[in-house]
């Protein structure tokens, strides 16, 4: 908290000399200490668990099956973001948690944490507004049958200019952070010639009561966190009033009563981006309130819940497989046909399928395909 002092100037948010305020504070720093003696270990289970499930998840997208559909290259970049953030948390928890050095680090290993600070923001951000991207795929698919927007070939290179311009929003928190030597003393109190580091905020970023820090902080908060949330929220209701416009139309063609099928890949979608808004909008709020009261909320609230935010963060990153795996039946039959001993079982659930599809009434196999055309993206 030593360099939130320099911003004094904020107004406050608490009353310090309120003794309900520090009993407050007593509690989310008991609850900082009773989950941050368990945090190391979850988190690297969690990491080591999310990219092998995200491996399988890109595997499995990446099949000559899958790969006609812009969602699910989207959804391939997104995994790819996520192992990004997995990997870069999995060293950081192992260097500076199970290996913590209270003196310092070497200068390499202070770089890497500086470049850490950058990366689980980008790659986080990255795969925040890629569920954007991919609902806007989504809800254009459903507005039109035929659109440029289904071809994967542009929904990658979508991704990536969505990559590129994330990062370069990032580079004031890069700024942000800077390697500071430090003093190194051995038993006799006497200076040690081995140099270590620590990481800082930037001088430059503290100047003027903070406002370089309030700018990135905002930054932080409103482009890459809330923004992101509020575009999913419009997109969420818009693919469920087109959704239930095409299911009245639907239903006025076949004459049948109201469908109760359910757009799979829709309903999935809506499922990612309630996973994503519950836990990206509170920090994306937290991060706001750092920006206007720095020196109280970041001090005495954010600090203690950040290991929390982190685990969020983390349990993100299993969003798309866990959300596909149990509600996609394409991508689990896509999934038996990579696991060996699963081959013979789905082949043979397949020869079924299709003998029975091959007996049907012929106007039921119409409405069949007419549904699976409405569904396809």
Not at 18 to 31: Q, R, S
Request: charge should be positive; charged fraction near 15%.
């Amino acid at each position: 908290m030593g360099d939130m002092m320099a911003c004094w100037s904020d107004p406050p948010l608490f009353d310090i000399n309120d003794t309900e305020i520090w009993k407050f504070a007593g509690t989310l720093n008991y609850l900082k200490e009773a989950y941050g003696s368990v945090h190391r270990y979850i988190s690297i289970v969690l990491c080591v668990l999310g990219l092998l499930a995200n491996s399988v998840h890109i595997w499995v997208l990446t099949r000559p099956q899958m790969r006609d559909s812009a969602v699910h290259a989207v959804l391939t970049c997104i995994a790819m973001a996520d192992m990004g953030t997995m990997i870069s948390y999995s060293i950081y928890i192992i260097r500076y948690e199970f290996f913590l050095d209270v003196e310092g680090y070497p200068y390499g290993w202070s770089m890497f944490l500086k470049l850490h600070a950058v990366m689980s923001i980008a790659l986080h951000a990255t795969s925040l507004y890629l569920v954007v991207l991919m609902a806007y795929i989504r809800y254009m698919a459903i507005k039109a049958r035929y659109t440029k927007w289904m071809m994967p070939k542009l929904a990658c290179v979508m991704s990536a200019i969505v990559a590129v311009v994330i990062f370069l929003l990032c580079i004031p928190t890069y700024l942000l952070h800077q390697a500071i030597e430090v003093a190194v003393y051995d038993e006799n109190g006497e200076q040690r010639e081995t140099s270590k580091y620590a990481i800082r905020f930037s001088q430059a970023f503290l100047d003027n009561h903070c406002a370089l820090l309030k700018m990135n902080l905002w930054l932080t908060g409103i482009v890459l966190k809330a923004v992101p949330c509020f575009l999913l929220l419009g997109f969420t209701f818009a693919l469920l009033k087109k959704l239930r416009e095409n299911t009245k139309k639907r239903s006025a063609l076949l004459h049948i009563s109201e469908d109760k099928r359910s757009d799979r890949i829709t309903y999935m979608l809506l499922l990612m981006v309630a996973v994503f808004l519950t836990t990206e909008l509170p920090q994306g709020i937290f991060a706001v309130c750092n920006a206007v009261f720095t020196s109280h909320f970041h001090g005495l609230v954010y600090m203690c819940i950040a290991d929390i935010l982190d685990l969020l963060s983390l349990i993100n990153c299993y969003v798309g497989f866990i959300v596909f795996v149990t509600t996609g039946s394409k991508y689990r039959e896509t999934l038996m046909t990579l696991v060996p001993f699963l081959k013979s079982r789905c082949t043979s659930n397949q020869t079924q399928l299709t003998y029975k599809k091959g007996t049907t009434h012929k106007s039921k196999s119409d409405m069949i395909d007419f549904h699976r055309q409405e569904e396809h993206v």
